[in-house]
């Protein structure tokens, strides 16, 4: 499943998003192995020919399912990474909102992504930071990379892509997320006032 946007987001925007979504209590926790995701928003961009500088997913944690965050910043496809994994159950079956704010940029010391989960800041502490050439700001609640990749996401105006994409292994797996209303905006205030109640659930 997709839901893709118009080409809206240039080189130099400063953007903030909303994204509600509710995992299921009857999503499995059978992901294929700790690390293992199933990815339910990016911001991308043509030609697309690595994985999305940014994405919001859910993750497996040993025996449980837990909301995750990553970006590219190899340009290469399959070049995910996993900065923040989150330590409570994703399939609790209850909505949650995610913010991020981003700054779109090719430079890896103006590329930066905040993210804020049902109002409160999220730390990077995922298994592949801390931080490197590419990545500063592990340990923090902002991270600074290359947010638009030269030659796999720049080639014209980025989208916002609700999707429900998941890794093909185990193949006898399924998936399924509820998502609420997405906005863009130029502030936290103005994407956070669109969440007015969540919706009313499957």
Same mark, same amino acid.
């Given at each position: ?7 809206? !987001?240039?080189a130099?925007?400063?953007?903030? #998003? ?8 009857s999503?499995?926790s ?28 859910? %993750?497996?944690q040993?025996?449980?399912?837990? #909301? %995750? ?8 496809? @399959? ?49 592949? %930071? ?8 592990c ?11 030269? @030659? ?10 609700? +999707?429900?994409?998941?890794? +093909? ?25 669109? !969440? ?7």
């Amino acid at each position: 499943m997709d839901w893709i946007s118009p080409k809206i !987001i240039a080189a130099g925007a400063d953007e903030y #998003f909303s994204i509600p979504i509710l995992v299921p209590t009857s999503q499995t926790s059978n992901l294929g192995g700790n690390g293992r995701f199933v990815q339910f928003d990016e911001q991308f961009g043509d030609p697309t020919s690595g994985s999305p500088s940014n994405a919001l997913d859910i %993750c497996q944690q040993g025996a449980i399912v837990v #909301f %995750c965050a990553g970006g590219n910043t190899s340009g290469a496809s @399959g070049g995910g990474q996993i900065y923040y994994m989150g330590s409570t159950p994703a399939n609790d079956g209850r909505w949650h909102d995610f913010i991020e704010h981003i700054v779109f940029s090719t430079n890896p010391s103006v590329g930066e992504l905040e993210i804020w989960k049902d109002g409160n800041p999220v730390t990077f502490n995922g298994p592949d %930071c801390p931080d490197t050439s590419n990545v500063t700001g592990c340990g923090t609640t902002t991270l600074h990379y290359a947010t638009l990749i030269p @030659g796999a996401t720049t080639g014209s105006n980025n989208w916002v892509q609700l +999707d429900n994409y998941r890794n +093909d292994s185990p193949a006898g797996y399924t998936s399924t997320f509820f998502h609420g209303a997405p906005a863009m905006g130029s502030s936290y205030e103005s994407v956070r006032d669109t !969440i007015v109640g969540y919706p009313s659930g499957p």
